[in-house]
């Protein structure tokens, strides 16, 4: 259906912006790059790794996260990415637009 | 080497150099969690579980493409100031090259395969120019993108005053490319007929020496001082028009009144038998005499089309100026609620 793909790439630009609310809001304690996916998945945000990971670089080159390389429990190294203070502030004034914008939608939606 | 080893070692090959080491440590640590969960559900991995894996993560090339920060040579931003460059540029190399074809055919013999030879000359480096215009001007683009050049042409942008809109043009405005257009085609038709009138001939070989058969003989010459004095006001007017801003009622009626003239002069100037070089008798001199005959004829008729076109186009032209003249109406389609 010609539709179809048309609302595919809709969504896509839609997620594309909360994609990043979304890494902020999950990264207020430590995560590496495949258990902040599966964290995500788990309340519903699917996303693809190839989206993740360029998406959390980009976070970090922006100031908005803090990550180094860590051996934890196991031998294996692992990036552990985690909010920094710019990123709280960010994330904070994103939370009241979101609130807005979201409030804003239902209502012109009738939700 | 084990296929992981072997797909970050493929994958490493397309990234940045300056983060290589640390997106590749990142991708294994990702690869080795996801098959360490597979191993946990499915039980121990093979190559076939790792194969599926790389599969799912997909190609190389595709993944190391996600880490590049600019995917594109000239981003969205640029694009739209990279489409008018180019059109401008575009039309001066056109235009630039179809005067020197212009000149190359008017040096030429103008022989069969001169002819051929020239114009598929004139194709070839219109099109390397073409492309090599669209090549310097995406270089100069994509280095635009990737310095901070961009930000002022942003800023630029941002700083529009609404106040320099223009309003709606008027019908009493000068249209200035009018007018350098009417200077430049008069200045080069006044240079052809009074220094290189013999550009204007058919050349031919007889014998195997080269004969000139002028197309415009000296009955059309006899008229170039009314030519040259016309031209001359023409060319004044048009210069002085430059300096103005819109049309007035005296330069209207100047303007109508040089445009009359002309047409005088170039229906005088056509109905005078014999202006054309090119009769029967000259013609029979290239060769056949039966062609030579119909050739002429069309060619006789060529005064007779012009006439008409210039009268035509005269009385348009005059119509309109008139009737401007006359009512001073708005062009506006909407009525004016006052």
Same mark, same amino acid.
């Given at each position: 259906?010609?539709?179809? @793909?048309?609302? /595919?790439?809709? =969504?896509?630009? #839609?997620? !594309?912006?909360?994609? %990043?609310?979304?890494? &902020?809001?999950?990264?207020?304690?430590?995560?590496?790059?495949?258990?902040?996916?599966?964290?995500?998945?788990?309340?519903?945000? @699917?996303?693809? /790794?190839?989206? =993740?990971?360029? #998406?959390? !670089?980009?976070?970090? %080159?922006?100031?908005? &996260?803090?990550?180094?390389?860590?051996?934890?429990?196991?031998?294996?190294?692992?990036?552990?990415?985690?909010?920094?203070?710019?990123?709280?502030?960010?994330?904070?004034?994103?939370?009241?637009?979101?609130?807005?914008? %979201?409030?804003?939608?239902?209502?012109?939606?009738?939700? | 080497?084990?296929?992981?080893?072997?797909?970050?070692?493929?994958?490493?090959?397309?990234?940045?150099?300056?983060?290589?080491?640390?997106?590749?440590?990142?991708?294994?640590?990702?690869?080795?969690?996801?098959?360490?969960?597979?191993?946990?559900?499915?039980?121990?991995?093979?190559?076939?579980?790792?194969?599926?894996?790389?599969?799912?993560?997909?190609?190389?090339?595709?993944?190391?493409?996600?880490?590049?920060?600019?995917?594109?040579?000239?981003?969205?931003?640029?694009?739209?100031?990279?489409?008018?460059?180019?059109?401008?540029?575009?039309?001066?190399?056109?235009?630039?090259?179809?005067?020197?074809?212009?000149?190359?055919?008017?040096?030429?013999?103008?022989?069969?395969?001169?002819?051929?030879?020239?114009?598929?000359?004139?194709?070839?480096?219109?099109?390397?120019?073409?492309?090599?215009?669209?090549?310097?001007?995406?270089?100069?683009?994509?280095?635009?993108?990737?310095?901070?050049?961009?930000?002022?042409?942003?800023?630029?942008?941002?700083?529009?005053?609404?106040?320099?809109?223009?309003?709606?043009?008027?019908?009493?405005?000068?249209?200035?490319?009018?007018?350098?257009?009417?200077?430049?085609?008069?200045?080069?038709?006044?240079?052809?007929?009074?220094?290189?009138?013999?550009?204007?001939?058919?050349?031919?070989?007889?014998?195997?020496?080269?004969?000139?058969?002028?197309?415009?003989?000296?009955?059309?010459?006899?008229?170039?001082?009314?030519?040259?004095?016309?031209?001359?006001?023409?060319?004044?007017?048009?210069?002085?028009?430059?300096?103005?801003?819109?049309?007035?009622?005296?330069?209207?009626?100047?303007?109508?009144?040089?445009?009359?003239?002309?047409?005088?002069?170039?229906?005088?100037?056509?109905?005078?038998?014999?202006?054309?070089?090119?009769?029967?008798?000259?013609?029979?001199?290239?060769?056949?005499?039966?062609?030579?005959?119909?050739?002429?004829?069309?060619?006789?008729?060529?005064?007779?089309?012009?006439?008409?076109?210039?009268?035509?186009?005269?009385?348009?032209?005059?119509?309109?100026?008139?009737?401007?003249?006359?009512?001073?109406?708005?062009?506006?389609?909407?009525?004016?609620?006052?």
């Amino acid at each position: 259906m010609e539709n179809d @793909e048309l609302v /595919q790439n809709m =969504l896509l630009e #839609l997620r !594309r912006g909360v994609l %990043s609310i979304a890494v &902020l809001s999950q990264l207020s304690r430590e995560e590496y790059g495949y258990s902040l996916l599966k964290a995500l998945s788990e309340k519903g945000m @699917e996303i693809d /790794q190839s989206t =993740l990971y360029p #998406l959390l !670089r980009r976070l970090e %080159s922006q100031g908005l &996260l803090q990550s180094d390389w860590r051996i934890m429990d196991e031998s294996r190294p692992r990036r552990y990415y985690v909010i920094s203070t710019q990123g709280r502030a960010v994330l904070g004034k994103l939370k009241r637009e979101w609130s807005a914008m %979201s409030q804003t939608m239902n209502q012109m939606l009738s939700l | 080497m084990n296929l992981i080893d072997k797909y970050i070692a493929e994958v490493g090959k397309h990234l940045p150099r300056r983060n290589r080491s640390d997106i590749e440590a990142e991708i294994r640590s990702t690869l080795e969690d996801m098959l360490d969960e597979r191993k946990q559900t499915d039980g121990p991995a093979d190559d076939a579980t790792v194969l599926a894996l790389l599969k799912e993560y997909g190609s190389p090339r595709q993944v190391a493409a996600t880490y590049k920060t600019h995917q594109y040579l000239i981003g969205p931003r640029l694009f739209s100031t990279f489409e008018m460059v180019l059109r401008i540029v575009f039309a001066v190399v056109f235009g630039v090259s179809l005067l020197g074809l212009v000149i190359a055919l008017m040096r030429s013999d103008l022989t069969g395969p001169a002819f051929v030879i020239a114009m598929t000359e004139w194709i070839g480096g219109l099109i390397t120019a073409l492309i090599a215009a669209f090549g310097n001007i995406v270089i100069v683009f994509a280095i635009i993108e990737r310095t901070q050049a961009v930000e002022s042409i942003e800023k630029e942008f941002s700083d529009w005053d609404p106040k320099e809109l223009q309003s709606e043009p008027s019908p009493d405005q000068i249209d200035r490319a009018d007018h350098i257009a009417s200077i430049v085609f008069t200045v080069i038709a006044l240079a052809i007929f009074n220094l290189y009138p013999d550009v204007l001939a058919i050349r031919y070989q007889s014998d195997g020496a080269w004969v000139s058969l002028p197309v415009l003989t000296d009955a059309f010459f006899r008229f170039l001082p009314w030519i040259n004095v016309m031209a001359l006001i023409q060319i004044a007017f048009s210069g002085f028009m430059l300096g103005q801003r819109d049309w007035i009622p005296v330069t209207r009626s100047f303007g109508i009144l040089v445009d009359i003239a002309s047409m005088v002069l170039a229906v005088a100037i056509l109905r005078t038998p014999g202006i054309l070089g090119i009769t029967p008798q000259t013609l029979s001199a290239i060769g056949n005499a039966e062609a030579a005959e119909a050739l002429s004829r069309v060619i006789n008729f060529v005064p007779l089309l012009i006439i008409t076109i210039v009268v035509v186009a005269t009385v348009i032209k005059v119509g309109k100026s008139a009737f401007r003249l006359l009512s001073g109406r708005s062009k506006s389609p909407y009525p004016i609620v006052r």
